[in-house]
């Protein structure tokens, strides 16, 4: 247990489909972070968040869209994705934007 | 950040040492080293992190060379549940433009 859940851990949609994934941290930290793992490739940063506020997007297509109402909540809205976005999509945390990050469990998105 | 150069893969005994090496010939004055590590379909968990002096927790050593070129992460008692993609990562300890950037890591296989 790092202190960072995510839901759901399994995830199956169609391309037409509208879905959020869920992010939690209850470590108290200011900074959140989304990150797409596919098969057989690095870890891909997605987003970050630092008090609620976007401080960098890695030019993420619009079809992923996040929303930080808190710094304990983390969503990624998921809309129109195509297969190739199936991956393993992971939420972390830190105290402050780049510092030591604790990561969740992953959820596992399989687009059909 | 620095880019760091790590063997795809590495086989370790049971019980044994494990060393994992890390080259980073490029790394700057005030570029941490930080190690990760990912046990299949779970969250990237954090290991350990040093600037230039040795650094010991209740998971591993990391050693790290005097011209800070190089680094070795040490888990001393190899078990089965350590099998993992091991990845070391080098940057700026406090800067929210500077993320993880995780490379292919090394894949050690702990065996019986």
């Known amino acids: 247990e790092t202190g960072v859940t995510q839901t759901p851990r399994h995830l199956v949609m169609g391309m037409t489909n509208k879905k959020s994934l869920k992010c939690e941290q209850h470590?108290?930290?200011?900074?959140m972070y989304w990150y797409k793992q596919s098969a057989k490739k690095p870890l891909e940063l997605m987003f970050v968040?630092?008090?609620?506020?976007?401080?960098e997007n890695n030019s993420v297509p619009s079809r992923f869209s996040p929303e930080c109402p808190n710094s304990s909540h983390l969503f990624l809205h998921l809309h129109t994705l195509q297969p190739e976005d199936s991956a393993l999509y992971l939420c972390?945390?830190?105290?402050?934007?780049?510092?030591?990050?604790?990561f969740g469990p992953g959820t596992r998105l399989l687009v059909l | 950040d620095a880019k760091t150069t790590q063997p795809p893969s590495m086989d370790c005994a049971e019980g044994r040492a494990a060393n994992l090496p890390c080259n980073h010939s490029t790394i700057s004055g005030n570029e941490y080293v930080y190690w990760y590590r990912q046990i299949h379909s779970q969250g990237p968990q954090y290991i350990i992190h040093g600037l230039k002096n040795n650094e010991t927790n209740e998971m591993a050593s990391l050693i790290i060379t005097e011209d800070r070129k190089s680094s070795t992460l040490i888990l001393p008692h190899a078990t089965l549940r350590d099998t993992a993609v091991y990845y070391c990562?080098?940057?700026?300890?406090?800067?929210?433009?500077?993320?993880?950037?995780f490379g292919g890591g090394t894949r050690l296989m702990v065996k019986p």
């Open positions: 972390a945390s830190s105290q402050e934007p780049g510092e030591t990050q604790y």
């Open positions: 968040y630092s008090l609620e506020e976007r401080v």
């Open positions: 470590l108290g930290h200011n900074a």
């Open positions: 990562i080098v940057r700026v300890g406090r800067n929210a433009g500077n993320m993880l950037t």
